[in-house]
């Protein structure tokens, strides 16, 4: 909105400042935090009131967490507010790579939502049916998927590679919504101690602020060997907000936490950054940048395997978060430790751009 604005004006003055990527971006980080410190207390006032005991805990899980009790969920509410309004101030909304994340972000937001009321109602930690789940996530995904197919192609790239090593045409979007989906499900799974999710979210958003910007800058494209696609630079302003939102949230979700964030947020971080994923083509990437997530999602899929052929399990509990906090280890170690193990999947992960 602002962009147009600095364009009706020709960028006289100040208003030059908004050609800048690295302005608005930073616009976008202050922007989002200011929102979400603002709306915060309100937010979680109002959740307070609304759920009363707030979300289930499980109690076959550690005992420790039967202290948050009471503790209200749906604060991804307040992330995506915050997210979405900076968005909308800041980015070029001709840009259509922008309306394909925000169609995840809102959609996976939405399905989250419906999976925290459903388990606020009917004080369960189950939720929606994961197939109705999965069934509308595809389908918010594909949608997204194909909008971005049809601006970028469907050439697919691996790290260490120089140049696109396949040309999926249309079955890009079956791998595309995978990549979304498996994403934002990884991040939902993650999501089970204060500040866990949000700051390896963070990070990742962090490191893909620069991918995007040098995907969408031929000169940097060209001499590093990664694929160009223009417009795609924008998305940095997403990321910008991502940051800004989750550093607001992460103020009041620090331990002893006020407010959960619900598969309302985790589910649409995770989705949103599969989007951006998908536009630069850096799936791969991805996968190590958020490996911490990759690994949360596996320990679940192995545990549940091996159960159901052998009646035993590989992990004390899991996601492996809480295997971890079944060996003793107090909650904030268990997450400063996966929050370090993020950065340095992260820096792994921005060393591919180089190794071509």
């Known amino acids: 909105m602002l962009f147009w604005l600095a364009d009706y004006f020709d960028y006289a003055g100040l208003f030059n400042l908004f050609r800048y990527l690295t302005f608005r971006a930073g616009a976008a980080v202050g922007t989002a935090l200011l929102i979400g410190m603002v709306i915060g207390p309100k937010f979680i006032s109002m959740l307070r009131v609304r759920q009363g005991k707030g979300q289930p805990i499980r109690d076959d899980g550690p005992q420790t967490h039967l202290a948050k009790v009471g503790t209200p969920t749906m604060g991804g509410l307040m992330i995506l507010t915050a997210i979405t309004i900076s968005m909308l101030l800041w980015m070029d909304l001709s840009n259509v790579y922008l309306w394909a994340c925000l169609t995840v972000m809102l959609g996976f937001g939405l399905v989250g939502f419906m999976d925290d009321y459903d388990k606020v109602t009917k004080r369960s930690h189950k939720g929606v049916s994961g197939k109705v789940r999965l069934l509308f996530e595809f389908a918010i995904a594909g949608v997204a998927v194909t909008l971005i197919v049809s601006q970028t192609g469907g050439n697919l790239y691996l790290p260490f590679v120089n140049g696109p090593v396949a040309d999926l045409g249309y079955w890009y979007i079956v791998f595309g919504a995978f990549v979304i989906v498996s994403f934002g499900n990884s991040v939902n799974l993650t999501d089970g101690l204060d500040g866990l999710a949000t700051m390896p979210v963070i990070i990742a958003a962090l490191a893909f602020m620069m991918i995007v910007y040098l995907v969408g800058n031929a000169k940097y494209a060209e001499y590093l060997g990664l694929p160009f696609i223009l417009g795609v ?111 340095v999947l992260a820096l792994a992960g921005l060393a591919t751009l180089k190794l071509r």
């Open 233 to 343: 630079g924008d998305l940095v302003i997403l990321c910008g907000a991502i940051v800004g939102a989750g550093l607001a949230f992460l103020w009041y979700n620090a331990p002893p936490a006020q407010v959960f964030m619900g598969d309302t947020g985790s589910l649409a971080l995770g989705g949103t950054l599969g989007a951006i994923a998908v536009v630069a083509h850096h799936e791969f990437v991805l996968a190590i940048i958020g490996g911490l997530f990759v690994v949360e999602a596996l320990s679940v899929i192995i545990q549940v395997f091996w159960f159901k052929r052998t009646g035993k399990r590989v992990f004390r509990m899991a996601p492996i978060h809480h295997h971890f906090e079944q060996l003793g280890w107090p909650e904030s170690t268990v997450v400063i430790r996966f929050w370090i193990i993020a950065f």
